[in-house]
């Protein structure tokens, strides 16, 4: 499957967003580090603005902060808002389609369901746990917990 | 086994003990799965009970969250079921969760982790490396949760068809 880049802009915008509580990046921060012109992520951050994703915040030193739960948010709530996700089936009736059509949707249909299944079930929060585990943060936090002296 | 089947308790850092399930706990189980699930079924928990609390204890895990802060009556706030499972599907021994509920209200408060984390670590001690459970598509929530500890689709796809 492939997202087109407004989308993995937009997961790598809330990502940044919610590396630590509060936080708030301009989108010439977040544009930097993915090397994307500021003009293409503004219009990405707009969106996720409309849909309750994100606030801009006014003035000097404004920018852009999460205004979900990254406990609730999931990648199909941000990938449904730049791409089509609906299956086949919900967009025609199949009233006019050939038995090998009706079948070849069929199977399509259970690929788009299993997609939009798993996007859906990641959530930002989760993101974080997959990102500290393929850089190996996870586990020296885990290290770090175990050398910590235990309370009484 | 007899040490395996012994009541363990442990204390999770969120304020929750989980332990094995006792008798006393089945009309609570029973009350919250009943509140969850809007369908109230007494016969199928108190079977689930006798099989998973009683029996197999080596092998079968029935753990229950309760809140500590509550000495005097602790509330059941969630429980767990799994058990090991070998062979099924041609699988090597691995541990199947296959109930996992909270008490709406106490949500987001890390009950279903502490109750993750005891299942995770009676599997472990029984010597299983890899823990499966199976969530409908549809399931957001236990969906969501089964993600955020780590856990992915693995090599298995359920396929099931109408019986005409």
Same mark, same amino acid.
């Given at each position: 499957?492939?997202?087109?880049?407004?989308? !993995?802009?937009?997961?790598?915008?809330?990502?940044?967003?919610? $590396?630590?509580? %509060?936080?708030?990046?301009?989108?010439?921060?977040? %544009?930097?580090?993915?090397?994307?012109?500021?003009?293409?992520?503004?219009?990405? =951050?707009?969106?996720?603005?409309?849909? %309750?994703?994100?606030? $801009?915040? !006014?003035?000097?030193?404004?920018?852009?902060?999460?205004?979900?739960?990254?406990?609730?948010?999931?990648?199909?709530?941000?990938?449904?808002?730049?791409?089509?996700?609906?299956?086949?089936? $919900?967009?025609?009736? %199949?009233?006019? =389609?050939?038995?090998?059509?009706?079948?070849?949707?069929?199977?399509?249909?259970? +690929? &788009? &369901?299993? $997609?939009?299944?798993?996007?859906?079930? +990641?959530? +930002?929060?989760? =993101?974080?746990?997959?990102? &500290?585990?393929?850089?190996?943060?996870?586990?020296?936090?885990?290290?770090?917990?175990?050398?910590?002296?235990?309370?009484? | 086994?007899?040490? #395996?089947?012994?009541?363990? /308790?442990?204390?999770?850092?969120?304020?929750?003990?989980?332990?094995?399930?006792?008798?006393? @706990?089945?009309?609570?189980?029973?009350? *919250?799965? /009943?509140?969850?699930?809007?369908?109230?079924?007494?016969?199928?928990?108190? @079977?689930?009970?006798?099989?998973?609390?009683?029996?197999?204890?080596?092998?079968?895990?029935?753990?229950? #969250?309760?809140?500590? #802060?509550?000495? /005097?009556?602790?509330? *059941?706030?969630?429980?767990?079921?799994?058990?090991?499972?070998?062979?099924?599907?041609?699988?090597?021994?691995?541990?199947?969760?296959?109930?996992?509920?909270?008490?709406?209200?106490?949500? *987001?408060?890390?009950?279903?982790?502490?109750?993750?984390?005891?299942?995770? #670590?009676?599997?472990?001690?029984?010597?299983?490396?890899?823990?499966?459970?199976?969530?409908?598509?549809? /399931?957001? *929530?236990?969906?969501?949760?089964?993600?955020?500890?780590?856990?992915?689709?693995?090599?298995?796809?359920?396929?099931?068809? @109408?019986?005409?």
């Amino acid at each position: 499957m492939r997202l087109q880049i407004s989308t !993995r802009l937009a997961i790598f915008a809330a990502l940044e967003l919610t $590396a630590q509580e %509060g936080r708030q990046l301009s989108v010439a921060d977040i %544009g930097e580090k993915y090397g994307v012109s500021s003009h293409h992520l503004a219009k990405v =951050m707009h969106v996720m603005g409309r849909a %309750g994703l994100v606030r $801009a915040v !006014r003035g000097a030193g404004g920018g852009y902060q999460f205004a979900g739960n990254p406990r609730r948010t999931t990648l199909l709530d941000i990938a449904q808002l730049f791409e089509e996700l609906s299956s086949a089936e $919900a967009d025609s009736d %199949g009233a006019d =389609m050939t038995p090998e059509d009706q079948a070849l949707r069929q199977v399509l249909n259970e +690929i &788009d &369901d299993i $997609a939009r299944a798993t996007l859906g079930s +990641i959530t +930002i929060a989760t =993101m974080h746990k997959l990102v &500290d585990r393929s850089t190996g943060k996870g586990e020296l936090a885990k290290a770090a917990t175990r050398r910590k002296p235990s309370r009484a | 086994m007899a040490t #395996a089947a012994k009541a363990r /308790a442990t204390k999770h850092e969120s304020g929750v003990r989980v332990r094995r399930v006792r008798a006393a @706990d089945v009309a609570a189980v029973i009350a *919250l799965d /009943a509140h969850v699930t809007k369908l109230s079924k007494p016969d199928y928990w108190n @079977d689930i009970f006798r099989r998973y609390g009683r029996q197999r204890l080596h092998e079968r895990f029935f753990l229950v #969250a309760e809140d500590v #802060a509550m000495r /005097a009556e602790p509330r *059941l706030l969630g429980f767990i079921i799994g058990e090991i499972r070998a062979w099924e599907f041609g699988s090597t021994p691995c541990g199947w969760v296959f109930a996992l509920s909270v008490e709406p209200e106490v949500r *987001l408060q890390s009950v279903a982790t502490a109750l993750f984390a005891a299942m995770s #670590a009676e599997f472990k001690r029984a010597g299983i490396t890899k823990m499966r459970t199976m969530v409908a598509r549809d /399931a957001r *929530l236990p969906m969501m949760f089964f993600r955020s500890e780590g856990m992915m689709a693995g090599p298995y796809i359920q396929l099931e068809k @109408d019986l005409d």
